[in-house]
């Protein structure tokens, strides 16, 4: 099941520049898009969202952005801040939400 | 802020033992959903449960999975003989779909299969 595809593993920024992780789909059905946001041993925790039906969504430091016709999301973070080092999912879903499609993960290293 | 918990945090058992790993979903919530990470690798769907029936299932979820709601506030997932691929981080999860799709996740538990 690889609908949902996160291509890199890692990413190291620099405190107060900016984050972009990336994350590409194959089914043009997908009518939700989802960030996660995971520390170790703890479990994902809701960022930010965005319906199929728009290509932008904002939430303070965070942006997501969608190309529906290219299959990719991105997340924008900025600044970048040493407390978002973690490991972002990102995930899909149909309209039942039935269940969630995860990417295999981008963890994020910001650097002091 | 409303969160989902589960207990135990963390459980070792014998291959071919029976596992009860439980949830407790946020309070309002209708939807419920049970995923697992093995190291190393990607959070996996195992099955959605809405109004005391199964939703939707994945591969993953045979016969030695079930799924209850016992009671009002409780779910339970229950491996009935496990194995040794079973070790992972099972996380629950609950939404109001109804409002926003968004899936709020447990803090996990930790199964070790031995």
């Known amino acids: 099941d690889q609908q949902v595809k996160q291509n890199s593993p890692s990413l190291s920024v620099q405190e107060g520049r900016i984050s972009i992780l990336n994350c590409d789909y194959t089914?043009?059905?997908?009518?939700?898009f989802l960030w996660y946001k995971k520390y170790p041993a703890e479990g994902p925790t809701f960022l930010i969202s965005?319906?199929?039906?728009?290509d932008k969504n904002e939430d303070g430091r965070f942006t997501v952005f969608l190309n529906k016709s290219a299959k990719h999301l991105s997340l924008h973070i900025v600044p970048s801040q040493p407390g978002d080092s973690a490991v972002y999912f990102c995930?899909?879903?149909?309209?039942?939400?039935?269940?969630?499609?995860f990417g295999s993960g981008t963890k994020l290293n910001v650097k002091p | 802020e409303p969160e989902v918990t589960q207990t135990p945090s963390h459980q070792v058992t014998q291959m071919g033992q029976e596992v009860i790993l439980r949830c407790v979903p946020i309070?309002?919530?209708?939807?419920f959903y049970w995923y697992r990470q093995i190291l190393g690798q990607k959070v996996e769907f195992l099955v959605s449960?809405?109004?005391?029936?199964?939703?939707?299932k994945s591969e993953i979820f045979d016969d030695q999975f079930s799924v209850e709601r016992p009671d009002g506030s409780n779910f339970t997932l229950k491996i009935r003989s496990t194995k040794l691929e079973d070790s992972a981080m099972y996380f629950c999860?609950?939404?109001?779909?109804?409002?926003?799709?968004?899936?709020?996740f447990g803090p996990g538990t930790r199964l070790t299969v031995l």
């Open positions: 089914n043009s059905m997908f009518d939700y």
């Open positions: 965005i319906s199929s039906i728009k």
């Open positions: 999860a609950s939404s109001d779909r109804d409002l926003s799709p968004v899936g709020y």
């Open positions: 309070s309002n919530h209708l939807y």
């Open positions: 449960f809405y109004n005391n029936e199964i939703s939707e």
């Open positions: 995930a899909a879903s149909f309209y039942n939400f039935n269940k969630f499609y």
